[in-house]
């Protein structure tokens, strides 16, 4: 593509930075709190006191990496209003602190804007296509950079997901280019930014290992081991280990590694969040409640002798089932690598390349937030953004891209639940999914829809699920007796949506590993 045709980019971005903009004073959620206090902990306090402070609740529980980028903003920060920087300045809101905060998050989402662009740069286009709407680097743009979950969760209820992400999809654009270095270091530098994407990193360390580190492969695409190079091993090795070193390094040194680690992986905190995430956990709990009340109504439990855990409630907990065993991490962790396990065989086996590595990456963070331990629901986010990617240029992953992204951004609903941003969330979200069915719908063959008659049938199930949760529900009685009701019923509805995609996701990797077969 000529170099003018991407005219188009820096409008489309520019008009996505500006609607951020809008939301500068729309609500915040605890997690505004959370980085104004590690703002103000990274700048007032010594390093060697970061990961000891507990004044507020929201303890630093980031990698040392994303605590050094904490330390750059608050740096920048003390001139908008030094009192956010003051650690005992708990739940601290002035107008230029909420200014500060929400500038920093669309400025640093310049790295995102740029991974975008290059993501863009690896698809292939149709031959002949003249219409700029219908070409899928334009369609790829506006799925990234428009992502309704990624607007909602970075620019109202706030978050960097935005910087985060851009780190992800420069290192998937880098081995789509087939620079497998430069993407190893992105991805390494992502990981001591923030430890959940070692929900991908089975996907990277064995692509990598297949495909940089053996240099050719024998006729039925099987390993052949004389062509292993030990110094290619040595070189990730050493990108992967400088990196950690660098930012890990000094809180070894000060002995604080344990330390550190008990707040990167609190696993006392419970199998589920206090929303639970729409994963099989949530389908689960729900099922060990009912049966735990058919047994009470039917006289074979005591309900006394029951666990009276909440459900919904609270910060973050311990869940005890009353009729299922009760999950433990080893469990999750278990059921989350047999989960993934089928994917990372597939680019073993046959790595077909860097768009094998990208639905491998993709199965690996589906199957980890339908089987992780403490799953938070924006973690859905993971696999949404790099399966765009796949949906534009396959008519099979368009279909579960738009069943995942659908079902997976309702999931997001709850994290807006003030009024005055429903009218935001609703909007904002039909728009997304209209552009999403209409765009991919035309840019694969038109007429023929991408989804089955149930899976669309489903998604109208949402609507329902939407009215009653968001408007039927306030009104009515029921509110002060079961206020738990939407977040339970909004987490099992979209729970099987999300069960759904990725079973679909691995009947379409099984359905390409057999195509050489039928040749």
Known sequence: MAADSWSWFPALALG???????????????????????????????????????????????PPLFAWFEFGLSHVAQH??????????????????????????????????????????????????RDLLNRPSFILA?????????????????????????????SVAKHLKSQHLQGALLFSILLNLKHIYLYVGPAYGIYLLRSYCFTQNNKDGSVRWSSFSLLRLLTLGSIVVSVCVLSIGPFIAMGQLPQVLSRLFPFKRGLCHAYW???????????????????????????????????TGGLVQEFEHSVLPSISPPITFICTLLSILPAVASIWRRPRGARGFLRCLVLCALGSFMFGWHVHEKAILIP???????????????????????????????????????????????????????ALRKLHSGQL????????????????????????????????????????TTSVYCSVGVCY??????????????KPKQL
């Open 384 to 438: 949404v953004l790099p399966l765009s990617i796949l949906a534009v240029e396959s008519r099979e992953d368009a279909g579960i891209f738009l069943l995942l992204t659908t079902t997976g951004h309702y999931s997001l609903f709850p994290l807006l639940f003030t009024p005055a941003e429903l009218p935001i969330k609703v909007v904002l979200m039909l728009i997304f999914t209209i552009y999403s069915f209409t």
């Open 16 to 62: 996505v930075s500006l609607l951020k903009c809008l939301f500068i004073g729309a609500y915040h959620s605890t997690d505004f709190e959370v980085h104004r206090n590690w703002l103000a902990i990274t700048h007032s306090l010594p390093v060697s006191r970061w990961y000891h402070e507990n004044t507020s609740e929201w303890t630093l529980d980031y």
């Open 80 to 129: 908008f209003d030094r009192n956010m920087l003051v650690v005992e300045n708990l739940n601290y809101t002035s107008p230029s602190t909420v200014l500060f905060q929400r500038l920093s998050v669309i400025f640093t989402d310049v790295v995102f804007i740029y991974a975008v662009r290059e993501c863009c740069r690896c698809v292939k286009e149709q031959k002949g296509s």
């Open 501 to 514: 995609s990725f079973l679909r996701l691995y009947v379409s990797l099984l359905r390409e590993q057999e």
């Open 142 to 170: 506006v799925l990234l950079l428009w992502n309704f979950g990624l607007l909602i969760v970075d620019h109202i209820h706030f978050q960097y997901n935005g910087f985060l992400f851009g780190f992800l999809l420069l």
């Open 277 to 311: 995430a729409p994963n099989i956990w949530a389908l689960y709990n729900v099922l060990d409640k009912v049966l735990a009340m058919l047994g009470v109504r039917l006289k074979l439990l005591n309900e006394a002798e029951l666990p009276r855990a909440s459900m």
């Open 449 to 488: 829809s991408l989804l089955h008659r149930l899976e669309v049938i489903y998604l109208l199930g949402l609507v329902a699920v939407a009215i009653a949760c968001e408007i039927v529900f306030p009104l009515s009685p029921w509110q002060q007796r079961f206020p738990f009701l939407p977040l339970l």
